[in-house]
């Protein structure tokens, strides 16, 4: 061979060495359950990232926080200390910043009923109760069943609505509640199928009064599903798991669309620098994943929206934040930094409105647009689910105290 010819012979098995080791990598990452959807988007125009500055822009901001006290088999006094801390530093912390609408930021914490102890979800209501959030649920399972899961959920929608006072209300006075599913594995989605083992777990959600599902994404995770940026109702079918991979996109002027809804958060590639490596942005707020205005702009630009409504982004976020090193990054310096910086945002860009919101106001706000609701963000708030009344609100619960929380037994 000639030495040109030898050179050309290297360069094509550099080539096809390079791009086996790409593919392995997006597989090895799961990228390729995503990324075909992610390039329709960006050949669609889902969301270009351009846009008129002086038309308005509303953006709504949900974090939601996979809030487990017992995370990684905490005991009492580790479990409650976690609880505490975010009693006391939440209003210190980020309780004098406000949103367009004059709100301070809003959490939803949605709390593992599986690991349920009862003074810490008091705890967390006292707190929302101060005007700080609203509690949901959240649920672990792993071989479980379609029988047992209905009655797990209907046992603890019953406790946090009666007990704590918490959850919502559809319009004929039912318990209403939004869900987050443990180890991403919504309606039995792992391909081993572990942590669920209930196919068509999307119809007994319905069935139980749940509003929405704000499990996804859970890129990188093998549970991530086709559809992404969306908000879309998916409809449970027998024997059949993953029925959530698809679904019908939320639009303006369809309002009875059949199915349980899905908010999605953001899922979306991206490169911080022109020619450097791409970054996954996942909506996920921890240690070494900070909130900042250009993660913000990518948030933005995923595009999350009711079809139709195009002055309307929903932003939701995902956090386990009773972890410590997660609450530093929430309520700490870099959180602080984050609401600082969108307060001086909405100062130097007049169309630009930002609106702390809880899984229920998000879902209030998606039934709203797919009415074409032309009055204020406020009014929608509560659109098409109440919170649950005070009646109920703050019952006993033994050792608990709001200031303090002391270990039982």
């Not at 997006?26 to 990228?31: A, E, K, Q, V, Y």
């Not at 329709?40 to 487990?68: K, T, Y």
């Amino acid at each position: 061979m000639t030495p040109l010819q030898v050179t050309v012979l290297v360069l094509a098995i550099s080539v096809v060495v390079g791009c086996a080791a790409v593919v392995r990598g997006i597989i090895r990452r799961n990228m390729h359950l995503w990324l075909p959807s992610q390039l329709r988007q960006w050949a669609q125009g889902h969301w270009s990232g351009r846009r008129n500055p002086a038309s308005p822009l509303h953006v709504f901001i949900c974090i939601a926080d996979h809030f487990e006290p017992n995370w990684g088999g905490a005991g009492d006094l580790e479990s409650d200390a976690r609880v505490e801390a975010w009693i006391k530093e939440y209003p210190s912390s980020l309780g004098s910043f406000r949103d367009s609408d004059g709100r301070p930021p809003q959490h939803t914490f949605f709390y593992p009923i599986d690991e349920y102890v009862p003074r810490h979800v008091e705890a967390i209501a006292g707190l929302c109760r101060q005007g700080f959030g609203e509690v949901e649920i959240h649920l672990h399972h792993d071989r479980d069943t379609a029988e047992n899961l209905e009655r797990t959920l209907q046992k603890f929608v019953r406790v946090f609505s009666d007990e704590h006072g918490m959850l919502s209300r559809w319009p004929d006075g039912r318990p209403a509640y939004g869900f987050v599913h443990g180890n991403w594995a919504l309606d039995n989605s792992r391909p081993d199928g572990r942590w669920c083992g209930v196919t068509n777990e999307i119809s007994v959600l319905e069935r139980t009064g749940c509003y929405a599902d704000f499990t996804l994404p859970s890129a990188p995770d093998a549970t991530q599903t086709r559809t992404i940026n969306s908000i879309y109702y998916a409809s449970g079918r027998e024997a059949c798991c993953k029925s959530h991979d698809r679904g019908i996109a939320s639009r303006v002027g369809e309002t009875a669309t059949k199915g349980l809804l899905l908010i999605q958060g953001p899922l979306r590639l991206w490169w911080p620098r022109l020619f450097g490596r791409p970054r996954v942005e996942n909506g996920c707020v921890q240690q070494g994943q900070a909130p900042s205005m250009r993660r913000l702009d990518q948030w933005i630009q995923a595009g999350v929206r009711v079809q139709g409504r195009q002055d309307w982004v929903f932003v939701k976020l995902h956090t386990h934040g009773a972890k410590e090193e997660n609450r530093r990054v929430l309520l700490g310096e870099a959180g602080v930094a984050f609401h600082q910086s969108l307060a001086q945002r909405a100062a130097r860009e007049p169309a630009f409105f930002y609106h702390y919101v809880t899984a229920r106001e998000m879902f209030n706000l998606v039934k709203a647009a797919e009415t074409g609701w032309s009055g204020s963000v406020i009014d929608a708030r509560n659109y098409a689910i109440s919170k649950n009344g005070p009646d109920n609100a703050g019952k006993n619960h033994g050792s608990l105290q709001m200031n303090r929380l002391r270990p039982t037994g």
